[in-house]
């Protein structure tokens, strides 16, 4: 059962700029410990007839009253109802970084076993199954301190969130939530039967480099890896590119079949 009313699109889908009129519905998910802010600009690097929705999920900023989830599945059961509510006959495509790659990937394979409207492109950026590695001790066990050092492990946090307590307790609850909802996850290779394109850090600490391209194993039509500079995080400095690219690849699939 889900938490809250997967129908409330607003709640789940934070659409910058509204383009009624866009061929192509982008949603866009949130790292652990993120939010849809981490998209704020995207709207604006990509072209007028694609319409970005950034997923919140619950946990964190306007929805912080709201219990984050720590269950993968139970998460990506509440982001299907909340997607099929939202859809409206055009194409969409989804775009996720770390954790966000993970559930835009369990959710493409829940739209593909239910027969329903696959998107038309899933891109996939800084996570790879093959290479998940989760923690022998469960979240919930560590220390602030001992759960602080994992998060460094993929990049940290901004300075001016660990060195401000007030601001260290309003995301910590979201963050050690999300961790669970990844570390919980037990990889069985399935594979999507939509077009996927893999993007990375080259000096992605978690990864190695090339390593996303193993999304080859994955995808019946795998349209390649395109790795960047950078590490884990490397999307903060490169979101232009990345958006240059989706947008190529989006235009290039418009002449597919309708999907939605």
């Not at 652990?32 to 999920?57: K, N």
């Not at 720590?70 to 990506?76: A, I, R, Y």
């Not at 560590?142 to 260290?168: H, I, K, M, Q, W």
């Not at 232009?240 to 597919?256: E, F, Q, Y």
Request: net charge negative; proline share 6%.
């Amino acid at each position: 059962m889900v938490q809250e009313n997967a129908g409330l699109g607003a709640a789940w889908f934070h659409t910058g700029r509204a383009r009624p009129d866009a061929a192509c519905r982008l949603y866009v998910f949130h790292h652990a410990g993120g939010s849809a802010a981490t998209y704020a600009r995207w709207a604006q690097m990509l072209p007028d007839d694609v319409e970005v929705a950034a997923v919140q999920l619950p946990g964190r900023q306007n929805r912080r009253s709201t219990p984050a989830f720590t269950d993968l599945d139970t998460l990506v059961e509440a982001v299907y109802e909340a997607l099929e509510g939202d859809l409206d006959g055009r194409r969409f495509a989804f775009f996720g970084h770390s954790m966000g790659a993970l559930i835009a990937y369990r959710l493409t394979l829940a739209l593909q076993k239910d027969g329903a409207p696959a998107p038309a492109l899933l891109a996939v950026s800084g996570w790879e199954g093959s290479a998940h590695r989760p923690s022998p001790v469960p979240v919930a066990q560590l220390s602030d301190e001992e759960f602080l050092a994992r998060v460094a492990e993929f990049g940290g946090l901004p300075p001016e969130v660990t060195g401000n307590r007030e601001l260290l307790d309003l995301v910590l609850p979201a963050l050690r939530a999300d961790f669970t909802v990844v570390n919980g996850y037990t990889d069985d290779r399935a594979r999507v039967d939509c077009p996927v394109v893999a993007y990375g850090g080259a000096s992605d600490p978690l990864l190695g480099a090339g390593a996303m391209g193993a999304w080859a194993d994955r995808a019946d039509a795998f349209q390649g890896l395109n790795e960047l500079p950078g590490g884990h995080f490397y999307l903060y400095e490169h979101a232009m590119a990345v958006a240059a690219d989706l947008a190529r690849r989006l235009r290039r699939s418009a002449a597919g079949p309708r999907r939605g």
